[in-house]
C-alpha cells in the first residue's frame, strides 16, 4: 500500500494509523512518500506551519498504532526535506523506536530524506545493538547523520546478528568513519 503521490494528506496518515491499530489489518508493506504532499505544496508562510503540524500529529499517531500491528514487514518513509525540519517529531520518533523494538514482524525499514539527526539516529543505533532482531534492510539515506552517530552504528553491527543491509550514504560521514565499518564488519557475518 502506498500513501503518496498527488493526494496525500494528513487525514490519510491519521486514517491509516487506524487501520494499523486493528487486528484483522494484514498491510506487510506500507509507502509514506511526503516528497508530493498536497497539504505542503499547496500553502505558503504560517499555512505551511500548520500543515506541517498537522502532519507530525497524524504520524504520532501512526507510529503509535505500529507498535501493536503484527503484519507489517516493510515500512518506507520519506521525501519530507530538512527544510521542513523532519517529518518526525521527538514523540513520533519516540514511538517508531519503540515500535522497531517491539515489533517481531518488520523487516525492511526505509527512512530517507526525513531529516534525522543524530539524536534520534543515536536511539536507533541503540536498538541494533541490543534488542531488535527481525530488522533485515535499513535505509537511512539522505538525512543528517553525523561521524559520531555513524560510529555508533559500526559498533552495533558487532553484535547484531540480522541486519543484511545498512544504507547511509549522502549524510555527514567522514572516511575515518567508514575504516570502523571495515573493522565492524570482520566480525558481523550478516551484513552484505
Not at 39 to 68: F, P, Y
Not at 78 to 105: H, M, P, R, T, Y
Not at 118 to 123: K, L, P
Request: glycine share 4%; hydrophobic share 35%; with cysteine.
Amino acid at each position: 500500500t502506498d500513501i503518496d503521490g498527488s493526494t496525500c494528506t494528513a487525514l490519510e496518515v491519521a486514517l491509516c494509523s487506524s487501520a494499523m491499530k486493528k487486528p484483522s489489518c494484514n498491510v506487510e508493506e506500507l509507502t509514506f512518500d511526503f516528497e508530493y504532499v498536497t497539504d505542503l505544496n499547496e500553502c505558503e508562510g504560517d499555512e505551511t506551519h500548520r500543515q506541517t503540524r498537522k502532519i507530525r500529529q497524524a504520524m504520532r499517531k501512526w507510529t503509535s498504532a505500529l507498535v501493536h500491528n503484527t503484519s507489517l514487514r516493510k515500512l518506507k518513509i520519506g521525501g519530507w526535506g530538512c527544510e521542513n525540519g523532519g517529518v518526525f517529531d521527538d514523540k513520533s520518533w519516540s514511538c517508531l523506536v519503540k515500535a522497531i523494538e517491539e515489533n517481531q514482524n518488520l523487516e525492511v525499514l526505509e527512512l530517507y530524506m526525513c531529516a534525522i539527526n543524530d539524536i534520534q539516529a543515536c536511539r536507533l543505533s541503540l536498538v541494533l545493538a541490543s534488542t531488535n532482531n527481525t530488522l533485515r534492510e535499513l535505509y537511512l539515506y539522505k538525512n543528517m547523520i553525523s561521524d559520531v552517530v555513524a560510529e555508533r552504528f559500526a559498533e552495533a553491527l558487532k553484535t547484531n546478528s540480522t541486519l543484511r543491509k545498512l544504507y547511509l550514504y549522502k549524510n555527514m560521514i567522514s572516511d575515518v568513519v567508514a575504516e570502523r565499518f571495515a573493522e565492524a564488519l570482520k566480525t558481523n557475518s550478516t551484513l552484505r
